[in-house]
């Protein structure tokens, strides 16, 4: 069983970090996997999955009302894709956690809706471009602290965390110390780094939530295939 493996892995990584293994969350991610694979790790008991869109995160462990499902209430449920002006009101009703606040529109949306409409925001990681990459979201290193100032003292949002995902070409070990450092001198306790092909080095670096696809539910189907 692929999920044994994953959790006797990251307990591995944990013990060879001297980390508690309580302090790591593992999130399976869900994204674009058929059904019954998913049904079959959250009868094994699992809490927490992540999805990177909000609509077929909605099709998936919604109900009619927009909110979970019974059956799913339970479960937290992670947003770890980017977060389009038009869902805010959808993913504040879906999700637990928000792993992707990238820009600082983003985050003025996040207070409207708390303030004009008494919504309760989750937990937030704000997703930093490590590599500075054009075409990835988030919020590069040297202005980091320009929004979080903005995002914790102006807005009064409750930022828990940093998030990353590495340039492809570069190694991961990077960008996880990167992050590691620039949460430390934030004062930041949560790091969201760490994939398939890289979460045991993440959780030696200090990773305290890892998002793992592939690995657990086997290799994403193509779109329409
Ligand atoms: C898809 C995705 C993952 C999981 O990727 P795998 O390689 O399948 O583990 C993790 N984080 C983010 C942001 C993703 O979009």
Same mark, same amino acid.
């Given at each position: 069983?692929? #999920?044994?493996?994953?959790?006797?892995?990251?307990?591995?990584?944990?013990?060879?970090?001297?980390?508690?293994?309580?302090?790591? +969350?593992?999130?399976?991610?869900?994204?674009?996997?058929?059904?019954?694979?998913?049904?079959?790790? /959250?009868?094994?008991? @699992?809490?927490? #999955?992540?999805?990177?869109?909000?609509?077929?995160?909605?099709?998936?462990?919604?109900? &009619?009302?927009?909110?979970?499902?019974?059956?799913?209430?339970? !479960?937290?449920?992670?947003?770890?894709?980017?977060?389009?002006?038009?869902?805010?009101?959808?993913?504040?009703?879906?999700?637990? /956690? $928000? @792993?992707?606040?990238?820009?600082?529109?983003?985050?003025?949306?996040? =207070?409207?809706?708390?303030?004009?409409?008494? #919504?309760?925001?989750?937990?937030?990681? $704000?997703?930093? !471009?490590?590599?500075?990459?054009?075409?990835?979201?988030?919020?590069?290193?040297?202005?980091?602290?320009?929004?979080?100032?903005?995002?914790?003292?102006?807005?009064?949002?409750?930022? $828990?965390?940093?998030?990353?995902?590495?340039?492809?070409?570069?190694?991961?070990?990077?960008?996880?110390?990167?992050?590691?450092?620039?949460?430390?001198? @934030?004062?930041?306790?949560?790091?969201?780094? &760490?994939?398939?092909?890289?979460?045991? +080095?993440?959780?030696?670096?200090?990773? +305290?939530? /890892?998002? $793992? &696809?592939?690995?657990? #539910? %086997? =290799?994403?189907?193509?779109?329409? %295939?």
């Amino acid at each position: 069983m692929r #999920f044994a493996d994953i959790e006797d892995r990251i307990q591995k990584a944990a013990d060879r970090a001297g980390r508690d293994r309580k302090d790591i +969350t593992l999130i399976a991610v869900s994204k674009k996997q058929p059904q019954p694979r998913v049904d079959a790790v /959250v009868r094994l008991g @699992h809490m927490d #999955f992540g999805e990177n869109q909000v609509q077929p995160a909605v099709a998936r462990w919604g109900g &009619g009302d927009g909110k979970r499902t019974p059956e799913t209430a339970n !479960n937290c449920l992670h947003l770890i894709g980017p977060l389009q002006r038009n869902k805010v009101r959808t993913a504040l009703t879906l999700f637990d /956690v $928000v @792993h992707t606040l990238d820009r600082l529109s983003l985050a003025q949306r996040l =207070a409207h809706f708390r303030d004009e409409e008494g #919504f309760e925001i989750p937990p937030l990681f $704000v997703q930093v !471009n490590t590599g500075e990459e054009p075409q990835k979201a988030g919020v590069i290193p040297a202005e980091l602290p320009d929004f979080l100032e903005a995002a914790r003292e102006k807005l009064g949002l409750r930022v $828990v965390g940093l998030m990353a995902i590495p340039p492809v070409h570069e190694p991961a070990a990077l960008h996880f110390g990167l992050l590691r450092s620039l949460a430390e001198t @934030h004062g930041l306790g949560q790091l969201s780094m &760490g994939m398939s092909a890289d979460f045991e +080095t993440a959780i030696e670096l200090g990773a +305290t939530h /890892v998002r $793992v &696809g592939s690995e657990i #539910f %086997g =290799a994403r189907p193509e779109a329409g %295939g």
